[in-house]
């Protein structure tokens, strides 16, 4: 499925670039241009990031909580009934 989709994207990426270029693109303004976006989209998401905090609260590195966060999820994890402080 998620294959699919992930196919899907790319035809469309180049049935759009091929109709550009059909149109009057000029090719290398538009593979430059597109080679560009993605470190143009990472320096600018950098330069607006919010300013760090130094006065923010912490945990302490030994703290029992960080034991249920979950880095994916950027959040803890939930107690789960009967699981007695073991993580599933």
Do not use: K
């Amino acid at each position: 499925m998620w294959s699919a989709v992930y196919a899907v994207r790319f035809v469309l990426l180049a049935i759009g670039i091929v109709g550009a270029v059909y149109f009057g693109a000029n090719v290398i303004g538009l593979a430059l241009g597109l080679s560009l976006v993605v470190p143009a989209t990472i320096l600018e998401a950098w330069r607006t990031r919010p300013p760090v905090n130094e006065n923010a609260p912490a945990l302490e590195p030994d703290d029992p909580s960080w034991d249920r966060w979950n880095a994916w999820l950027v959040r803890e994890e939930e107690e789960i009934e009967g699981s007695e402080g073991e993580n599933l």
